[in-house]
């Protein structure tokens, strides 16, 4: 990117700015013309683009690029001859975002097609028209000058179209879902995620981002219903099948712990490396006193029972090793988490009847946990709701959904409130936070503890929803995905760590090769992240400026922007 | 000033002092920073704390404050020992400011006064999870007061800006407001002029009176000597961790041993503290 910005420079920008639209246009019109023809010898790659004059979904994508490259392109010449609107939208910007997008998009379709089929002699001419029309686009749309900064952001629109924009965003977003789970193969999901990644690129540069989530801002009721009826109607876009639906249980299982931990580190800032193992006891809490054939104790109270009590064990878990390690130093407590990590999981293994008392059977675990029954809701059975049949999975989904509802409540209510003030306060500086006043120690030890408590209570889902428990599942390495998805997604923000959560979840279990390698990939993402957005991908603007100390411009703006929202964003 | 002096004690409830040092000792290893140094505060008084850097001013106050606790001595506040926990002082009514300022930067002006209000709320997890209609009232008493305390130093136009971006005179008030927020009876203020041009300083002189008038007492450490004699009630002066003398700012003032503590520690100082005795002087 930086060679690229070097090597075309403002004054040839200036000077070719008119050959550079009618490039970017003729790229985009081919982008749109491509789809049509064939691009491939074989279905068996990707889905059907062997057929002409009817483009498949994927194709389509590319069509969609190629009509926003040629749409953005025509609107800022026929808009901005009438420069009176105080609204600027980055016409330029998001159609440079909608041709980089495009030739990376079609770069990898082509690459997939040649990968599957064997070679690229499998590319039809209407592959290689697609990847000159996205490479003119690139060229040209880079030849025009940028212009001034959009500021979409400040408009408002009649509440009605609002709330509609909202809605639209949440409908594409159950759309995506349902897409990229439904396609099976590693390149479709791959193409798929650049599409998406080419969309929002348009979104953020064009200022359309900024507005949504200003929009957001203004009806967050709004926006928090519609995310959970999304998240709700999701099972039914699965026809009754239940192979995503376990991968989605599982996404939802890794989210709802990554947002527990989210609110030990994010919130209160403390380090927590052994957090799987509070997951873990709330698990064996629950698996013991089911009614599994293999429990070891006779003691079978009703599930709301056992949910509490895996909650309590894991905050007494909590408390024991919190309470004499967060008096000292925070490097203290990374350390002796690591170690409790450890010393669970061979507890586990050693609780067999042999080397310990009979408790977890060892390395065998627990298996053959009965499905549970709520309220005369037998999970195990599939159930019918408008006509749309429901696995075991999607009972299970809709009960971690219920779950995952509850902890980010307690997350943002929290956050928002004396106790969320004292965190803050805690983590900028410690020593002013207990001279004016602050509980220190008390405010880390109940965020310990509390985490450790909702840990455990996804803990007891989860070991009915996996019919077994073993020491293996809660190993250090789950610790630090949970980290590295917080990491990833943004530290202390709802948003943030759900897209993370998802991603980190998601792709292993869709891409074979992402799942060989996953601790290489997931490493260096880190490293990349740590390098160029060490706030995450959806950063709390608090988190950011702690990050970037010594940015003042940075400073300044968000300033600004809380004047005029009143409140800090991500903080909530 | 000598009529300030006189009308100033509003709070005429307590007859005893509010704040009785004993002997406080600090040493670190083979230094001792503070040195069996005794001391009382009235109600609604008015205190300077001067000396020579390195004098101790700033350890002391750690002591009182429950920063550190002392080698030996005792500090009595409100007719109470303090235990050594800063959280414990600033309940029992004890709020400081910091030489070196330590406001929550990235947080804005509001929230930081809204942190100091924290000893004296009490909304837990499960009403801050329920919100019910004594919390979100409770929130909004903290919000109010906060406001108030911003428009009281001067910084109201402040509510929503980032801490970091406040200029070095609004930092030093709002940390001056943030220990308002914890509703003390004495406020001890480390250095609250340093950095500040002479009519901030000024602002500040006011301010402190303005606190002084609520019913407050008030220990300030300062350099500024013309500050120190105009502001205060009585001085204490403090040279390498001793109590040098105690008294009225005219009879500090007039002490040649306070000059001369002053000589010892370099031509600078000694310079700069000659002028401003004299320019203190008409003022007197
Ligand atoms: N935590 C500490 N450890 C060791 N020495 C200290 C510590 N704090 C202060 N001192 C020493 O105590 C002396 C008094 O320091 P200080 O109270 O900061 O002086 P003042 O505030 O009067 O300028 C100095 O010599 C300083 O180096
Ligand atoms: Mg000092």
Redesign the interface.
Known sequence: MINIRRLVTPELQQRYNRQGRILGLVGGVLLIIAPFLPWAYSSDALDNMTVLGYPSPLQFFGLALGVIISAFLVLQQALTQRQKKRVRVGWVPGAKAAATGALIYIALILLSIAAELGGLVNIVYGGWIALVGALLAFIGTRLIPAGRTPTLAAATAPAPLEILAIAVMMAAALFAAAFALNHDDAGSFVTFIAFVGAVVAVMIRSGVMGWLSAVSQRYRKVLIFSAFVVAFMFPFTQGGSDANMSIATQVMIFAATAMGLNIVVGLAGLLDLGYIAFLGAGAFVAAILSRSAFSTVGFHPPFIVVVLISGTVAATLGLIIGSPTLRVSGDYLAIVTLAFGEIFRISMNNLDGTDGPLLTRGSNGIPAIPDLVLFGFNFAQRHELLGIPLGRFSNYYFLLLLVLGLII??FT??NN??????W??IR??E??????????FGLKL?AFA?GAFLAGVAGSVKAHQDISVTPDQYVFLESAFLLAAIVLGGMGTVLGVLVGATLLKLMPEKLRFVNEYRLLIFGLLLVLMMRFRPEGLIPNQ?RQ??FHEED?EL??R??EE??ET?T?KGAT | MTTVQGTGTAALSVDGPILVAEHVTMRFGGLTAVDSVSFRVMPGEIVGLIGPNGAGKTTFFNCLTGLYLPTSGRVVFNGQVLPPKPRKVVQAGMARTFQNIRLFSNMTALENVMVGRYCRTSAGPFTSIIRGPKFRREERETRERAQQLLDFVGLGHTTDSLARNLPYGDQRRLEIARALATDPKLVLLDEPTAGMNPQETRQAEELIFKIRDQGLAVVVIEHDMRFIFNLCDRVLCLVQGKALIEGTPAEVQSDPRVIEAYIGTGPDDAAALESELEEGQPDA
Do not use: C, P
Request: aromatic fraction near 2%; avoid cysteine.
């Open positions: 409540l307690v209510r929290l409130s004396r106790i969320g003030r004292g803050v306060a900028e500086d020593k002013a936070a207990e001279a004016m006043g602050v509980n220190v109940f509390g608090r400026l702690e003042e400073a300044e968000i300033s809380i004047a009143g800090v």
